[in-house]
């Protein structure tokens, strides 16, 4: 009897020591700070060096006279095609196809030349403009007709020159430049000898890299 109580206490007991609930370790807390997140390059600067700019200015200058006249010269003949054949001038149809096609070839050779000698200006300030350019030439062939005195040939620079200024100031100094500025680079030259060896003796040369 006395074995067998010993032997119930000690069941007892174990399973008590098993019922026992079993501590859970917690993970260690985070001690590292997450990673700032990384910078965006800086936007580059859009300076204004008038005397930098001269060469592309004169570019565009001579680009959008030479493609406005050439296609205000197109747009001429067509209106002259699209005229009544009864009319033996072109009439007010040649004239308005000379106007359109003026307007239409001063922004493309603006942007042509400007592209040319590293620009990046917008296509969009470049017409607009052109086309206030254009306003105000009409506006003033309109009103120097009540002055028979004035010469109106200047009238015609007006969409030329407007083209120019809404090209420049949609522009950086150099696309080359603001690219590398954008992707956080700057350019510079450097220069590095070469060598190169043929049958007929040794080359020396100097490379010249924009980086």
Same mark, same amino acid.
């Not at 009439?91 to 990046?120: C, E, K, N, Q, R």
């Not at 470049?126 to 109106?152: I, M, R, S």
């Given at each position: 009897?006395?074995?067998?109580?010993?032997?119930?206490?000690?069941?007892?007991?174990?399973?008590?020591?098993?019922?026992?609930?079993?501590?859970?370790?917690?993970?260690?807390?985070?001690?590292?700070?997450?990673?700032?997140?990384?910078?965006?390059?800086?936007?580059?600067?859009?300076?204004?060096?008038?005397?930098?700019?001269?060469?592309?200015?004169?570019?565009?200058?001579? =680009? @959008?006279?030479?493609? /406005?006249?050439?296609? *205000?010269? #197109? %747009?001429?003949?067509?209106?002259?095609?699209?005229? !009544?054949? &009864?009319?033996?001038?072109?009439?007010?149809?040649?004239?308005?196809?000379?106007?359109?096609?003026?307007?239409?070839?001063?922004?493309?050779?603006?942007?042509?030349?400007?592209?040319?000698?590293?620009?990046?200006?917008?296509?969009?300030?470049?017409? =607009? @403009?052109?086309?206030? /350019?254009?306003?105000? *030439?009409? #506006? %003033?062939?309109?009103?120097?007709?009540?002055?028979? !005195?004035? &010469?109106?040939?200047?009238?015609?620079?007006?969409?030329?020159?407007?083209?120019?200024?809404?090209?420049?100031?949609?522009?950086?100094?150099?696309?080359?430049?603001?690219?590398?500025?954008?992707?956080?680079?700057?350019?510079?030259?450097?220069?590095?000898?070469?060598?190169?060896?043929?049958?007929?003796? *040794?080359?020396? %040369?100097?490379?010249?890299?924009?980086?």
């Amino acid at each position: 009897m006395i074995a067998r109580a010993l032997c119930c206490a000690l069941a007892l007991a174990a399973s008590a020591a098993v019922a026992q609930p079993v501590p859970v370790a917690e993970p260690p807390a985070a001690t590292s700070a997450p990673p700032p997140p990384p910078e965006e390059p800086a936007h580059p600067t859009r300076s204004f060096n008038l005397l930098a700019r001269l060469p592309r200015i004169t570019a565009e200058l001579v =680009f @959008g006279g030479i493609s /406005g006249a050439g296609v *205000a010269f #197109g %747009g001429y003949q067509l209106g002259c095609a699209l005229s !009544d054949p &009864n009319i033996t001038s072109c009439g007010p149809s040649g004239t308005y196809g000379a106007i359109g096609g003026f307007a239409l070839g001063v922004p493309i050779g603006v942007m042509l030349g400007g592209t040319l000698l590293d620009g990046d200006g917008a296509v969009l300030s470049t017409a =607009f @403009g052109t086309l206030l /350019g254009v306003a105000g *030439a009409l #506006g %003033g062939l309109y009103y120097l007709q009540f002055f028979p !005195d004035f &010469n109106p040939t200047p009238l015609i620079a007006l969409p030329l020159a407007f083209a120019v200024v809404g090209y420049e100031l949609s522009s950086h100094d150099s696309r080359t430049a603001a690219q590398a500025e954008a992707r956080g680079k700057h350019l510079s030259l450097r220069i590095l000898p070469t060598a190169a060896f043929t049958r007929g003796g *040794a080359a020396f %040369g100097v490379s010249l890299l924009l980086l």
